[in-house]
């Protein structure tokens, strides 16, 4: 049975970098069939997609985000994870890894982590 | 703003029907890409309920249905239930991004 946990600070200080790790279990990260994305959801509002990071290390990115962002894959250790720099107030939000199909239709998101709550402040 | 519009709450009483809009454009459901629907209840993960624009995963009763035309996609829920009041999310493909976008979120009350 296939899950996902985020994991990483709680509290990140503005101008700084935003870490966070998701470690899979039950499925592997190699699965050519398969993506591996972020998705945050700030108070209150909306689903925000981050970006999706392939097994292969191939990476796509919300373009709102793209200078800021970095996503990376190890497939050895079944995790993936985002980098998120120079934060202010408005990255604060619920952080979700999930995992999601790609095809000719776009892509939907299958199976999502529990979620990990990030507040940016000094 | 969200790139994909959804009215952001609607109501219904038990055993009543509900139908829940999502907008887009060409880039996006009018550029034939599929329209999910994710279901969210508070403090929890969304969880898909419909893909490729009318498909239930396992578990998610009929009554859930949803439908795709043009620029838009809906989706219906029959016979409401206590259950079901949560946050709803549409969400798609954009070529313009070359990644997921979703709605804004309906939140449904069952009165």
């Known amino acids: 049975q296939l899950q996902l946990q985020e994991s990483g600070p709680g509290l990140v200080k503005p101008s700084e970098t935003l870490s966070l790790t998701c470690t899979v279990s039950g499925a592997s990260i190699n699965n050519a069939h398969y993506y591996w994305g972020w998705v945050r959801q700030p108070p209150g509002k909306g689903l925000e997609w981050i970006g999706t990071v392939y097994y292969t290390g191939n990476t796509y990115y919300n373009p709102s985000l793209k200078s800021r962002v970095t996503i990376s894959v190890d497939a050895s250790k079944k995790q993936f994870s985002l980098k998120l720099t120079s934060v202010t107030a408005a990255d604060t939000a619920v952080y979700y890894c999930?995992?999601?199909?790609?095809?000719?239709?776009?892509?939907?998101?299958?199976?999502w982590g529990q979620g990990t709550l990030v507040t940016v402040s000094s | 703003q969200s790139v994909l519009t959804q009215p952001p709450s609607v109501s219904g009483a038990p055993g009543q029907t509900v139908t829940i809009s999502c907008t887009g454009s060409s880039s996006n459901i009018g550029a034939d890409y599929d329209v999910n629907w994710y279901q969210q209840r508070p403090g929890t993960a969304p969880k898909v309920l419909l893909y490729?624009?009318?498909n239930r995963p396992s578990g998610v009763p009929d009554r859930f249905s949803g439908s795709k035309s043009g620029t838009s996609a809906s989706l219906a829920i029959t016979g409401l239930q206590a259950e079901d009041e949560a946050d709803y999310y549409c969400q798609s493909y954009d070529r313009s991004l070359s990644g997921s976008v979703f709605g804004g979120g309906t939140k449904l009350t069952v009165l």
């Open positions: 999930a995992r999601h199909t790609k095809s000719r239709g776009g892509y939907t998101w299958g199976h």
């Open positions: 490729a624009n009318n």
